[in-house]
């Protein structure tokens, strides 16, 4: 629908003589276009367009709210851009190299300059290799990617390596780093730390979810037991054991506190250094 048109939307569900239309009115409005919408989601939607909460949606608020929704519709699920990368992966190598990032690129634009491609794709190439991991390609198109539910629920399973319905902290770093390459340490630890709300070391579904929905809940009871991937864990914490651009890394979670220790051969001997 053209502005104009969403114009006359807007004075046929109640601004017609006012300039405004109040909550029933949007609420009424939200389900011509949307039948099957849920409560809760045309009350957030009427919360993100009156933006100075006077109760009150003007022209101007409910047409920025509109460009807001169609700008988000627009963007492609997680699931979709998976489906886009191994589609154009045609090596089936986890990767895409310069040939395969174009000809996917081209198949939905044609005429895309070939200057904006190439740099595109260096820009996306962080380690230098000439080719784009899952990780460096979701960089790239983060601002295109909109995050379903379904899509939250597949990243912990692709993750939880063990299949115990739990992810460790090792765990957790792979998944964080499989969306964002570039991101450091104290942010990986920062929001494990974040989720991890009854601060056990693990990281549940439903502290996943949670977070992630910034639903409000009470913490859950402690994990008992059970073997963590890449180390041990239980009541007493995490061990995580893994090799990190040739240095062994250990991490050691107990509770809320996290010790990391990188241990690397030098040429003069070992050298321990703490973090």
């Known amino acids: 629908m053209s502005e104009d048109e969403w114009r006359q939307f807007f004075n046929d569900i ?28 045309i009350q957030a939607a009427w919360d993100l367009g009156d933006t100075n909460g006077d109760g009150q ?19 492609r699920s997680r699931a979709d851009w998976q489906e886009w990368f191994w589609m154009n992966d045609y090596d089936s190598n986890e990767h895409l190299d310069m040939y ?20 595109t794709f260096e820009y996306g190439d962080t380690n230098y290799d000439d080719r784009l991991s899952w990780g460096e390609f979701m960089t ?24 115990d319905e739990y992810m460790d902290y090792g765990e957790f770093e792979n998944a964080y780093r499989s969306e964002e390459p570039m991101v450091d340490d ?12 009854n601060m056990d070391g693990w ?3 439903g502290e996943w979810m949670a977070t992630l929905s910034g639903e409000e809940r009470e913490p859950e009871p402690a994990r008992r037991g059970g073997d963590s991937w890449g180390g041990q864990g239980g ?3 995490m061990l995580n054991v893994e090799q990190v651009d040739g240095q062994t890394r250990i991490t050691i979670v107990l509770g809320a506190t996290k010790l990391a220790m990188s241990i690397a051969a030098a040429a003069s001997g070992i050298a321990l250094a703490m973090q």
């Open 14 to 41: 109640g601004a017609e003589g006012y300039g405004w239309i109040n909550y029933g009115e949007f609420s009424n409005g939200y389900r011509q276009k949307d039948p099957g919408a849920a409560e809760e989601d």
């Open 57 to 75: 949606m003007h022209w101007d608020e409910f047409w920025a709210l509109v460009q807001g929704m169609d700008d988000e519709d627009q963007k």
């Open 100 to 119: 395969e990032f174009e000809s996917g690129w081209r198949d939905e634009e044609p005429t895309v300059d070939q200057e904006l491609v190439e740099e």
């Open 140 to 163: 790239l198109v983060k601002d295109e990617t909109r995050y379903t539910e379904e899509d939250f629920q597949n990243i912990f399973w692709e993750y939880d390596m063990n299949y």
């Open 186 to 197: 104290d942010q990986v630890w920062e929001a494990f730390q974040d989720i991890d709300h």
């Open 203 to 205: 990281l549940s579904m």
């Open 235 to 237: 009541d007493e914490g």
